[in-house]
């Protein structure tokens, strides 16, 4: 079964910072690496997803960077700020569906 | 669109207890996944349907938990008996197409505000 190991399991950054998330997996089929943004009652919804065939995808603050022969993807978050307090899930497709990462709360401090 | 609606938003209940979630997909759907979310495991997922069909339920942890998808805009997630160790916010999701197809990225899943289950 697909594994995603997810850290830190948290993060407090002042605003204006650059928050660094990290993830790792074992095998998958396919190059899709999905992340979601967590609020609190809510329920995860896709921030932004790498497609197979680039390294990096930045959206807005937003920028994913896919290392394939490390089997690694980590979310950067430029110039940080306090509406981004959220919980950040990574997630890769396992056989069944996709696999989530444990969660990072990530607290930004105005 | 509404989106992924869940109910109740809150349960609390006494072990021993019969539990429904329900959940409404987003219309046009074909996938619908119910997932557990708790501190200790994360978002795990319990069971999903493709066109109203259990595909794989490997992830219901014991016989007390159950799902059926009647048409393409329902489904229920059972409980019975309830147990305290069944406390958690428990989501459903709906998706265009199977997560991990070619492609997918296209077709994020769209998940409910859950329903906070609590079993005393």
């Known amino acids: 079964q697909q594994q995603v190991k997810q850290s830190p399991q948290s993060l407090i950054v002042q605003k204006g910072g650059i928050p660094i998330i990290n993830c790792a997996y074992e095998?998958?089929?396919?190059?899709?690496f999905p992340w979601y943004q967590q609020f609190p009652g809510k329920g995860p919804a896709l921030l932004i997803a790498?497609?197979?065939?680039?390294s990096e995808k930045k959206e807005g603050r937003f920028t994913i960077s896919f290392n394939k022969s490390a089997k690694q993807f980590s979310l950067h978050i430029m110039d940080s700020q306090p509406g981004d307090s959220a919980t950040y899930f990574c997630a890769a497709p396992g056989r069944r569906a996709l696999t989530f990462g444990s969660g990072t709360r990530l607290q930004v401090q105005p | 669109d509404a989106g992924v609606i869940q109910s109740p938003r809150h349960e609390v209940t006494e072990m021993g207890q019969e539990v429904t979630l329900r959940c409404k997909p987003i219309s046009g759907h074909d996938y619908l996944f119910w997932y557990r979310q708790t501190m200790m495991r994360g978002l795990e997922l319990l069971i999903y349907f493709n066109n109203n069909v259990p595909i794989d339920d490997s992830g219901m942890p014991e016989d007390r938990f159950s799902a059926k998808m009647p048409n393409a805009s329902f489904s229920t997630l059972k409980i019975q008996p309830s147990e305290p160790r069944d406390s958690a916010v428990y989501f459903c999701?709906?998706?265009?197409?199977?997560?991990?197809?070619?492609?997918?990225?296209?077709?994020?899943?769209?998940f409910g505000n859950g329903t906070r289950l609590t079993v005393t």
């Open positions: 999701a709906s998706a265009l197409r199977k997560q991990g197809a070619d492609r997918s990225y296209n077709s994020p899943l769209h």
């Open positions: 790498i497609r197979p065939d680039v």
């Open positions: 095998n998958t089929a396919f190059d899709y």
